[in-house]
Antibody
Framework: QVQLVESGGGLVKPGGSLRLSCAAS????????MSWIRQAPGKGLEWVSY????????YYADSVKGRFTISRDNAKNSLYLQMNSLRAEDTAVYYC???????????WGKGTTVTVSS | EIVLTQSPGTLSLSPGERATLSCRAS???????LAWYQQKPGQAPRLLIY???SRATGIPDRFSGSGSGTDFTLTISRLEPEDFAVYYC???????FGGGTKVEIK
């Protein structure tokens, strides 16, 4: 079945780096835009970044621009998020999601938790 | 960036009742860019409605969406026990979803 599985979360100190991965299965990964969305503890949802099917179009929220880099490997059916210069306010559950009609998010992973703390 | 404001923050209702949730945009948005999601505790969100009024695959017809311009509504015609959750609206192009409406059992 259609599935997204995130990994790579953990505890990191402010200023540190982390790389999240998302393994996709059950659909033709290379046909879809993909996204990362995060949710801080007890808070709402923030669309962090998306990448087009070929990787040629990329979006970042202002809050992460210049610090985070999204990428994908269609041969490996995998999506990545490189997070540098991490701050306490980046603490959240990070979800990988598939874009539907580019604009919406119709398949979500279960999320991976990132905690930025000294 | 367009800001989405949801109301009420919490809606206390009984099973079988009708729920009406509001999402107001800070400026006019295209209906084709508006979606609603449901999130239960400890779970990822689930797409309910896209394009303001189209139900996503597998979503029961008790869920309906409407609206245009700056005002959008999600209606649950008769609440089932599994519908008690938090609901978010989302507009493509805005990084922030709406703040959410919690539908709780009265």
């Amino acid at each position: 079945q259609v599935q997204l599985v995130e990994s790579g979360g953990g505890l990191v100190k402010p200023g540190g780096s982390l790389r999240l991965s998302c393994a996709a299965s059950g659909f033709t990964f290379s046909d879809y835009y993909m996204s990362w969305i995060r949710q801080a503890p007890g808070k709402g949802l923030e669309w962090v970044s998306y990448i087009s099917s070929s990787g040629s179009t990329i979006y970042y929220a202002d809050s992460v621009k210049g610090r985070f880099t999204i990428s994908r490997d269609n041969a490996k059916n995998s999506l990545y998020l490189q997070m540098n210069s991490l701050r306490a306010e980046d603490t959240a559950v990070y979800y990988c999601a598939r874009n539907f009609l580019k604009r919406f998010l119709d398949v979500w992973g279960k999320g991976t938790t990132v905690t930025v703390s000294s | 960036e367009i800001v989405l404001t949801q109301s009420p923050g919490t809606l206390s209702l009984s099973p079988g009742e009708r729920a009406t949730l509001s999402c107001r945009a800070s400026q006019s948005v295209s209906s084709s860019y508006l979606a609603w999601y449901q999130q239960k505790p400890g779970q990822a969100p689930r797409l309910l409605i896209y394009g303001a009024s189209s139900r996503a695959t597998g979503i029961p017809d008790r869920f309906s969406g409407s609206g245009s311009g700056t005002d959008f509504t999600l209606t649950i015609s008769r609440l089932e026990p599994e519908d008690f959750a938090v609901y978010y609206c989302q507009q493509y192009g805005s990084s922030r979803f709406g703040g959410g409406t919690k539908v709780e059992i009265k």
